[in-house]
């Protein structure tokens, strides 16, 4: 049966994965894979019997997923996995434990031959995150096969102290070479000032693309004496730097955007303290790759946005400002002709001046601008409905926080109007029934309309229903005629 497929299986009940499927298994051509949910838990001694007899030999991927998996569980997975599938990508095994250390005592009873990924966090749940904390590292860095791994989740969310990483253990990863490893995600440990010198300094990791230290401080004020130690060359893979959270200051980013990176191209700076002077220094920086650029909820303001206008080095295509009180800083930024090529741009809660709208129309980048996010600002948004914004497809202009409004006087015709839109969000806005009338002409490229909680009519839905619009959202609107409160074509 298993041949006239052309996906992979993925097995969520525990029934199915048992000792009669592992002739089907073996005999198919396909890559398998095997996703063990909450419903197995009567059935994993089962499924690990089976693998002994010959199923791990064909399998792509395996994710052991939210259970209490214990040292008795793990030690039934094959010692020998050399012949672990890889037959197009690379084998995978992913392990989600809840309790990662009691686990990891027995990783030295496992080959992990072909495994390229570890990930030791509940990656469902988002609630009970399992940190390993340093002991988990001593065990992990006795087990010489994983400094293949290509990447390595040690993420520590919704964990108790003790469960997470310091500089203690950095320093026990700082004893290896991982030379394939892409990809090492720290977030939510308590590195601090000393691990974080540690990390930076090390030279452990040095084809690593990825690196998420997402809110790894240690309860201390600042973190930007950490960053003095911060050295690109070690480094020269990274495209990807998540900083979030992580209460480096001015200083911070003076120590990491005054060095030349090779290939960094995505910056994740939120919530970090950053003002006028750290967008200066953003803005003189000699690196030429980054694309990416995230500094949401750092109390930007106008001036800030004027240091930003005068990048020079890269081109941006993403820009993420939100919940900074940019106000009429927004005016710099669409005049710059070093904003040009920007395609994403978020400016959600931003306290944005009546003026905004015009400004974007008219900006620099109107041509390449495909994803707007503007919501939460109390604007005029007629004037975005025009035939400037050419390549627009996502305009996000939600009310929730601070109403926007759309008045009557729609400057052009629909058919002139945001020619590329794809999906469009006005939900918790006032709108007027010419605009109404005027969304239910002909608007080919439109796919999904968000009206939620916008006062909309019975006669005006009845009016949406004529356009040629796929999915409609009118919930939380008084309507007697309409019941489901989204349609789909």
């Not at 002991?135 to 860095?141: K, M, P």
């Not at 993420?320 to 710099?332: P, T």
């Not at 400016?347 to 996010?373: K, M």
Request: proline share 1%; aromatic share 8%; hydrophobic share 35%.
């Amino acid at each position: 049966m298993m041949e006239h497929f052309d996906t992979k299986w993925i097995f969520t009940c525990g029934r199915l994965v048992c000792s009669e499927w592992n002739e089907a298994i073996l005999s198919s051509p396909l890559s398998i894979s095997i996703n063990l949910g909450s419903l197995n838990r009567e059935r994993i001694d089962q499924f690990m019997e089976s693998g002994v007899s010959g199923v791990f030999k064909r399998l792509d991927r395996v994710a052991i997923i939210g259970l209490d998996i214990d040292a008795m569980h793990l030690s039934l997975v094959p010692r020998d996995l050399t012949n672990f599938h890889h037959h197009k990508k690379q084998g995978v095994l992913a392990y989600w434990f809840n309790y990662g250390v009691e686990v990891m005592k027995s990783f030295t009873k496992l080959s992990f031959e072909h495994v390229h990924l570890l990930s030791l966090f509940d990656g469902l749940s988002g609630l009970e995150l399992n940190g390993v904390g340093d002991e988990g590292v001593d065990y992990l860095i006795k087990h010489k096969k994983l400094l293949d791994l290509k990447e390595l989740c040690l993420s520590a969310d919704n964990t108790k102290i003790s469960q997470r990483i310091t500089q203690e253990g950095i320093s026990k990863l700082d004893t290896l070479k991982f030379n394939n490893l892409k990809i090492l995600d720290l977030r939510k440990n308590m590195l601090g000032v000393a691990g974080l010198k540690q990390l930076f300094q090390s030279q452990s990791f040095p084809n690593l693309t990825s690196l998420i230290l997402k809110e790894c401080h240690k309860f201390e004020k600042r973190l930007d004496e950490a960053f003095k130690s911060f050295n690109s060359d070690n480094f020269s893979s990274m495209t990807y730097l998540d900083l979030s959270l992580c209460k480096i200051g001015d200083d911070g980013v003076k120590f990491i955007f005054s060095q030349k990176w090779n290939s960094l191209k995505q910056v994740n700076l939120n919530t970090n303290y950053i003002g006028v002077n750290g967008c200066k220094y953003i803005a003189e920086s000699p690196t030429e790759t980054i694309e990416h650029l995230e500094l949401g909820c750092q109390g930007i303001e106008e001036s800030a946005c004027m240091e930003l206008s005068k990048i020079l080095s890269f081109k941006l295509k993403y820009l993420n400002l939100e919940k900074n009180r940019i106000g009429k800083g927004v005016e710099h930024l669409c005049k710059s002709k070093n904003l040009e090529h920007i395609e994403t741009l978020i400016l959600n809660n931003c306290g944005l001046h009546h003026s905004a709208c015009e400004h974007i129309v008219n900006s620099a980048f109107n041509s390449t601008l495909t994803y707007l996010d503007i919501g939460s600002n109390s604007l005029k948004l007629e004037r975005l409905f025009c035939g400037s914004l050419t390549s627009l497809k996502t305009l996000l202009a939600s009310g929730r926080i601070r109403g926007n409004y759309v008045f009557e006087n729609v400057p052009i015709r629909r058919s002139e109007a945001l020619p590329s839109i794809q999906s469009i969000d006005l939900s918790y806005n006032t709108l007027t029934s010419n605009f109404i009338e005027w969304l239910s002409e002909p608007f080919s490229t439109l796919e999904f309309l968000n009206l939620r909680s916008t006062g909309i009519t019975d006669q005006e839905v009845i009016l949406l229903q004529k356009s040629k619009i796929k999915t409609v959202d009118i919930s939380e609107n008084r309507l007697d005629l309409f019941q489901h409160y989204t349609w789909v074509r």
